[in-house]
């Protein structure tokens, strides 16, 4: 009686999982939305170029300030004290754009490593393995091929080695177990 309800109900799961490519991919979407991602390295994108853009215009306002520096020098030498306050307060703004060129340079390789570090942990083993689990938690039961095709064939995220490596490892630390119907090697979702 058990088993043919678990039979029935596992039949019905199996009818109602996706049969075209199209049907995993908006799944996929839905579950995995990479628009906020997406959102905030456009965003990062943005800033960093702002930078740039700044870090440009450095060099030129350096340049104007030894200029005005240069021309006060040999220009006034009857007010030496009114030149040398005008030098310090040239000097500071020298200091000060230096200052700002070195901190825009460190945010830049911060944002570049931020950046370089999401693109990585997108096809990570945790990441794979994560939705390794989630697909065979929202099926209940899938067969390892559809699963397979899913992952490597449809959505690229590692190899077919890679994959099949991840399931086992999936199988031997989570709530995944595998039942063999016929030839047909199935991924079941244990029930607590």
Do not use: W
Request: aromatic content about 4%; hydrophobic content about 35%.
């Amino acid at each position: 009686m058990f088993l043919s309800k678990t039979y029935a109900k596992t039949s019905k799961q199996l009818d109602n999982a996706p049969k075209a490519p199209e049907e995993v991919r908006r799944i996929m979407e839905n579950e995995y939305s990479f628009d906020a991602l997406s959102r905030k390295v456009t965003n990062l994108n943005e800033q960093l170029e702002g930078l740039e853009q700044k870090q440009r215009q450095i060099p030129h306002e350096l340049d104007v300030i030894r200029e005005k520096l240069h021309k006060m020098a040999s220009a006034d030498v009857k007010r030496p004290a009114e030149t040398e306050t005008i030098a310090r307060t040239e000097t500071s703004k020298l200091d000060e754009i230096s200052e700002r060129l070195k901190n825009i340079e460190e945010q830049r390789r911060k944002n570049l490593r931020d950046t370089m570090a999401r693109k990585l942990t997108r096809n990570s083993k945790e990441y794979i393995m994560n939705i390794i689990v989630s697909l065979i938690r929202k099926y209940g039961k899938i067969p390892a091929l559809k699963l397979k095709e899913m992952i490597v064939d449809e959505q690229g995220l590692c190899s077919k080695s890679t994959f099949y490596r991840l399931l086992n490892e999936v199988q031997e630390e989570s709530e995944v177990s595998v039942a063999h119907k016929g030839k047909e090697k199935q991924i079941v979702f244990k029930l607590k």
